[in-house]
C-alpha cells in the first residue's frame, strides 16, 4: 500500500523531530538510506514474485537501527570512548550485515555507556540520551540508544547487546520487547567492546523491537546458520508451559527492593496467565538468586577453560593505549580534566577490590554453576520463569550511581547462559513503562517468544510516548 521510499522517509521525519528532544540517534545516513529505498522500490517495480522476494529478502525495505558498538560501514565505532572520536567503521559487524542482507535498511548508529559497561547511556562523545516517556528518566544501557529510538517510533528494529542486561534494561525502561537469545547462536563479531576468554559465554547479541511478533523473525537472520539450534519451527501450546514465578531474588543487600507496581504487574500476568489458560503458576523461592550481583561479578573476572584471564575493564578504557589508572582518573574527573564518565571510573576502581579476593571469586563460581543446574532442571523442556525486568521503574538521570548494582535482575541470566524475553506491560502511574522478563532453558527461546507475543495481546504492549 505505500513505497519503501514513503516509509524510510516518515522515519526519518520522525527521527528528525523527537531526536533533538531524545539525543538516541548520534549519525544518521539519511542519505543512503533514502537511495537504498529506491532501490527497493525498483526492485519491486521489476516484479519478482513476492515468495520469491519473501524467501531471499524478508525483512525488504524495513527500517532499523543499530547500536554504535556494532561496526555499521561509514559509520562511527567509539562506543562513547573519547581516545576513539574518529574511528570509523570500514566494515559491518556480522549481524548487521545478515540485516542489510535480508533487505532490512540502517537509518543511523544509536547511542549507549561509555564501554557499554553501565546502564545509563551518557558518555563524554555524544552526551546523554534522555527517556521519550519522561525526558528526565534514563533509558538505561548499554543499548540505550536502542530503546529510546524504538519507543519514540523512530524505528522497527534495534539491534542490541547484553552482556548483563543491556538488552532487557533499556527495553524495559523504554516499554519496548528485547531478547536475549540462548548464549553462542548468534555471532557478536564486530562489536567493541567484544567478549574475550570466559566473557565470550556471556555476551550476546539480539533483537529489540516494538511488537513482539517481529522479535522471531529478526532472530532467524541475525543467527544465520545457528538458527538450526533454536527450535523457532515448533508450535508452542500455551497450555502446556509450566509456569513458574519469582517475585524479587530473596532480599539482596546491593540491590533495590521491587517496586510495588511492578510487583502488582507482575501479579496481574499470573492472574491472566491462570484465569485464561487454566493453568497453575508454581511459585519459586530460588535462595541462590539473591547473590545474583556477587555470582554475575566473580563469573565475569574468571579465568576460562583454558586458563586465559579475563580482559580487564581499565586495558579496554585505554584502548590498546596506555592502560588507565582509576584512582588518578577520579582526581581528574572531580575537577572537571577526565575524559571518562564517573560509572566507567567507579567500574575501574571495584574491578581492582574484585581481584583481592580469590578464595572468595572461585565460591561464587561454583555458585553460579549449581544455580545453572538448579535453573535448568526447574524449567527443562517446557518451563518459563517470570521475574522482574528491574527493581524500579526507570529512574532519574544520574541516579543509578546510588543503587549501581541493582542491573542484577537482568546479569544473572547472562552468566546462566538462557534465553531471555523482556515484554512490556503497559504504563504505571507515572506514565512510565512495567515490564517483566520471561526466561526458559538454554535453546528454548521459543518458549519466551511465544509467551510475549500472548502477553502483548492481553496487556497491550508498547504504548506511544506522550499518547496518555
Not at 525483512?59 to 547500536?67: A, D, E, M, S
Not at 518451563?383 to 550511581?401: D, M, Q, R
Request: proline content about 6%.
Amino acid at each position: 500500500q505505500v513505497t519503501c521510499i514513503e516509509v524510510v522517509e516518515a522515519y526519518v521525519e520522525r527521527i528528525k523531530e523527537v531526536n533533538p528532544l531524545i539525543n538516541a540517534v548520534v549519525k544518521d545516513r539519511f542519505e543512503e538510506a533514502l537511495q537504498e529505498a529506491r532501490q527497493v522500490d525498483k526492485l519491486l517495480s521489476e516484479g519478482p514474485s513476492d515468495d520469491y522476494l519473501e524467501e531471499k529478502y524478508p525483512l525488504l525495505g524495513v527500517p532499523i537501527t543499530v547500536k554504535e558498538a556494532f561496526s555499521l560501514q561509514g559509520m562511527p565505532n567509539t562506543s562513547g570512548l573519547v581516545s576513539r572520536r574518529n574511528v570509523i567503521a570500514t566494515s559491518d559487524a556480522t549481524v548487521v550485515s545478515r540485516l542489510k542482507q535480508a533487505g532490512a535498511i540502517p537509518l543511523g548508529v544509536t547511542n549507549c555507556s561509555e564501554l557499554c559497561m553501565w546502564y545509563e547511556s551518557s558518555n563524554r562523545v555524544y552526551g546523554r540520551t534522555n527517556n521519550p516517556y519522561d525526558l528526565q528518566r534514563i533509558v538505561g544501557g548499554s543499548s540505550g540508544g536502542e530503546g529510546g529510538v524504538l519507543a519514540a517510533a523512530c524505528s522497527v528494529i534495534g539491534v542490541g547487546s547484553d552482556i548483563g542486561g543491556s538488552i532487557r534494561m533499556p527495553a524495559f525502561f523504554n516499554g519496548v520487547f528485547g531478547h536475549k537469545p540462548t548464549t553462542g547462536v548468534v555471532p557478536n563479531d564486530g562489536q567493541f567492546p567484544n567478549a574475550h576468554g570466559v566473557r565470550t559465554s556471556f555476551l550476546c547479541t539480539g533483537p529489540m523491537c516494538r511488537y513482539a511478533e517481529d522479535l522471531e523473525p529478526v532472530l532467524r537472520v541475525m543467527a544465520g546458520p545457528g538458527v538450526s539450534k533454536l527450535k523457532l519451527n515448533e508450535k508452542v501450546s500455551l497450555e502446556k508451559i509450566k509456569f513458574h514465578c519469582m517475585d524479587h531474588d530473596g532480599g539482596s543487600v546491593f540491590v533495590s527492593p521491587v517496586d510495588k507496581e511492578i510487583l502488582e504487574a507482575q501479579k496481574k500476568v499470573v492472574e491472566h496467565i491462570e484465569s485464561d489458560l487454566g493453568v497453575q503458576v508454581q511459585r519459586v523461592a530460588i535462595h541462590k538468586m539473591k547473590y545474583s550481583f556477587q555470582i554475575w561479578s566473580a563469573m565475569m573476572s574468571s579465568k576460562d577453560s583454558n586458563g586465559q584471564e579475563a580482559q580487564r575493564f581499565t586495558d579496554l578504557l585505554g584502548d590498546h593505549g596506555k592502560p588507565v589508572w582509576p584512582l588518578w582518573e577520579l582526581m581528574k574527573w572531580l575537577v572537571g580534566m577526565s575524559s571518562h564518565t564517573l560509572p566507567a571510573i567507579a567500574l575501574g576502581l571495584t574491578e581492582k577490590l574484585m581481584n583481592l579476593n580469590p578464595s572468595g571469586n572461585a565460591k561464587l563460581v561454583s555458585m553460579g554453576k549449581s544455580l545453572q543446574e538448579e535453573m535448568e532442571a526447574l524449567l527443562g523442556q517446557d518451563g518459563v520463569l517470570l521475574y522482574p525486568s528491574h527493581p524500579t521503574i526507570a529512574p532519574k538521570h544520574h541516579s543509578p550511581i546510588c543503587m549501581p548494582f541493582n542491573f542484577a535482575y537482568t546479569a544473572i541470566f547472562n552468566v546462566l547462559g538462557l534465553p531471555v524475553t523482556q515484554c512490556p506491560l503497559g504504563l504505571g502511574s507515572e506514565g512510565l513503562p512495567l515490564g517483566i522478563q520471561l526466561v526458559a532453558a538454554a535453546y528454548n527461546d521459543h518458549l519466551t517468544l511465544a509467551v510475549a507475543q500472548y502477553l502483548e495481546n492481553a496487556f497491550g504492549g508498547w504504548v506511544l510516548p506522550g499518547k496518555v
